[in-house]
């Protein structure tokens, strides 16, 4: 069995960058959402962005600590023998004849 990834190891590197950018992106339109009222015609300053990088990190440590979960899941059924399921040909074993003679 070849260990080889599917995808580069650089990828999980820049799907945390691009999280990262995602959540900083979400806070700067609360603030911008919070900062207009909602029956004013006139846009006031918009406020400072309230982002907290403890709220962040926990976010980022439970969704690591579920990640690890469903991949020592997937682990665990691998080696379980449920790989060996693509090895059947159920086509090339012959078929017991249940309806024979049987009246």
């Not at 960058?17 to 207009?36: G, P, Y």
């Not at 020592?72 to 249940?98: E, I, M």
């Amino acid at each position: 069995m070849r260990s080889e990834y599917k995808f580069p190891k650089a990828t999980v590197g820049l799907m945390t960058v691009i999280l990262a950018v995602l959540m900083v992106a979400i806070e700067k339109a609360k603030a911008i959402s919070e900062s207009v009222p909602p029956s004013s015609t006139s846009v006031g300053p918009i406020q400072p962005m309230h982002f907290s990088i403890v709220a962040a990190l926990e976010l980022l440590a439970v969704l690591c600590v579920g990640g690890a979960l469903v991949w020592a899941t997937l682990f665990a059924l691998h080696r379980s023998g449920t790989q060996r399921f693509s090895d059947l040909k159920p086509s090339a074993s012959p078929r017991p004849n249940n309806l024979s003679t049987h009246v």
